[in-house]
């Protein structure tokens, strides 16, 4: 952990376009009268991209952090040559968040999560003493685990216990992180419930999701990566979304570096995609629709129990909030595709083919809406696509690392009382 110049920002409502000082650990406007996300008005409008051995501090200059931890990487950048050929693309840049050193990517926890974690961690007062509350599907957790075990911050998570055989390290976990699940058949939204719970005592202090500057800023790296290595804007940008937090986060991005000025002016037309048949975003945006359609607890459970990329199963995700996924897509000409898990494993076998690594099954989805498109006719081969790989190298990690599994300290079923939760995790941390 060393100290760093504080990155000098403002914060601003989206909705009403008031900006205001950030006080501390702000996650939303207390004078707005409607729900908003807000964004990070940076003093430096010009980014200069720092020596890659600061790794995801590079992009400092548009991180909303006042210290920088060791450890991290930034996401990495090349220009595909073989998936390239075999879509007939002449611009197709990859940027890959996962373990691929022949590329120079070396996240631990292999996941674009981690890009989160480190800037989180980074906006943190160092000498806080209350207990941060992430809720995860899995790899944000696992990414919050690694980076508040190494630096002695006091964590709860809260994961669905059929999730947490995702949270392994390449090390044993710090005693500070403490693990807890919501039982087996629930899901992503169980275990934000948890959270919920969680922070109703003063022990404890929410991460805050999408509506967390530094959340959205660590992801929004992965297209400064593509940006500043391309040398201009993409003219595509294809993500798998469960909450849609990095495709938000990559259309902010977009808008700072046209006020940049030297990477061009154009919006970059997201293309989304999500795992059928937990299709919520979809639906919604395909009717047209800034209102998320109704989806029932159990139809939504069900669904999140067929699709392989369960780390898309998000039923509450920022989607019609101001600033959000629909307001991104709408300024970006955008669209949300609906991918097969056929769709998605043939992908995958793809792209370990072509590019030589293994892919998650949230960034095969993505390529599977590459894929899609490019049968479709709906991408210009000329133009600059930008494919964002958030996870890779998973396996051949597992084979070459021993790894160590945070058990959870409680298992809670679905719905618990809030006096069970809050009396069985403020006994963990005392």
Known sequence: ???FSITKYKLQDIASKREFEDTGWLLDDTQSSAPSLIRAIYETKQLEVKSDDMGIYKFADWLPISRTLEGSCAPVTYKSEKLAEELGLENLYITISGYFPERGANFQTCSFKETEAYSVCGRMEADSDKVLVVASAGNTARAFARVCGQNNIKL????PEDNIDQIWSNEPIGSCVKLIASASGSDYFDAIHMGNIAVESPMFYAEGGAKNIARRDGMATTYLSAATFIGELPDYYFQAIGSGTGAVAAWE??????????FG???TKLILSQNTPFLPMHDAWKAGSRAMLPFGDNEAREAAEIIDAKVLSNRKPPYSIAGGVFDALKDSNGD???????????????????EGVDIYPAAAVALASLIASVKQGNIDSKKIVMLNITGAGAERYRDSHELHYLKPSAVFPINPSSEDVITTIERLFR
């Open 1 to 3: 952990m060393t100290k």
């Open 156 to 159: 709860l998570l809260c994961v």
């Open 253 to 262: 991005a977009n808008i700072r570096l046209i006020e940049d000025g030297r």
């Open 265 to 267: 002016d154009k919006k």
């Open 336 to 354: 949300i595709l609906a991918i097969t898990n056929e769709e998605s494993k043939a992908a995958a076998d793809l792209f370990l083919k072509l």
